[in-house]
């Protein structure tokens, strides 16, 4: 058996009540460590927290938070510190599918998709790194996707706000190696979740093998928990000369390395 060295660790997950974020937050209960998770639904998020803990055996913490506003920001990563002393590890995961042609995009949802996807991996980072300095060292990995790096058409703001979420990743990867903060994204395909449930029509598994015969180089829609063990292996002890990196977790779709 791999040991990640994650036992003991304190990790933040935004977005944390459902798909990625949840089967992130799983995984790294499973794997020992302490895991705050939030979401804007504090039904939602508390049902997530219990079934994790259950699942588990492991310290979950749900906090109610919309990381587009800065001061429910600040209350999450205040909370994990009064609960547990420190932070560790930081998946910045919150965000939505707004893909759209360019005319039919209006200044509102520009600046709501910016303020959610660059602005909360923004804040978030900003309030943990303090704290990862203090313990020598952390981890970051910021969720993008490959249409950041190479756009389709009508996939508006999603591929511009990706794109920054790039280059935020980089930024700090080159800031902060010397405080042995690795920084870190995993660029996201096709992943069965429930966004795309609730827009098939009709028979569910038909419509994930339609979407993969047509878009999958591996001809299957990943499952969220295949990601959760890459972002598990990012963050571990095992990864510590990884940063700065882009990783397509996407079955081949992408049309960049």
């Not at 504090?42 to 259950?54: C, F």
């Not at 970051?140 to 790096?149: F, H, Q």
């Not at 190479?150 to 706000?161: G, K, N």
């Not at 999958?216 to 990601?227: D, I, K, T, Y």
Request: aromatic content about 4%.
């Amino acid at each position: 058996m791999l040991d990640l060295g994650l036992n003991g660790k304190v990790a933040i997950i935004t977005g944390g009540s459902d798909g990625l974020g949840r089967a992130a937050a799983e995984k790294l209960a499973a794997e020992g460590a302490r895991v705050a998770i939030c979401a804007r639904r504090k039904e939602h998020l508390d049902q997530a927290a219990d079934e994790i803990r259950k699942a588990t055996g492991g310290q979950v913490l749900a906090q109610v938070a919309d990381v587009s506003r800065a001061a429910d920001c600040e209350g999450l990563v205040n909370a994990v510190v009064a609960q547990w002393g420190a932070v560790d590890i930081l998946l910045n995961n919150a965000g939505t599918s707004a893909a759209a042609a360019f005319e039919k995009v209006d200044d509102e949802t520009w600046q709501a998709d910016w303020d959610l996807k660059v602005m909360g991996a923004v804040r978030m980072s900003r309030l943990v790194i303090p704290h990862m300095k203090k313990r020598g060292g952390g981890r970051i990995v910021n969720i993008t996707t490959v249409g950041g790096k190479a756009p389709q058409p009508r996939a508006l703001p999603t591929s511009v706000t990706r794109a920054a979420g790039l280059n935020l990743t980089k930024s700090l990867a080159n800031e902060y190696a010397a405080d042995n903060i690795r920084v870190n994204t995993i660029c996201i395909g096709l992943v069965r979740s429930a966004q795309i449930a609730r827009r098939a029509k009709g028979d569910l598994e038909a419509h994930y093998a339609e979407l993969a015969k047509q878009r999958v180089p591996l001809g299957r829609v990943a499952h969220a928990s295949e990601f959760a063990d890459l972002f598990a292996f990012l963050v571990s002890e095992r990864a510590t000369y990884i940063t700065g990196a882009s990783v397509n977790f996407d079955g081949g779709s992408g049309m960049t390395v």
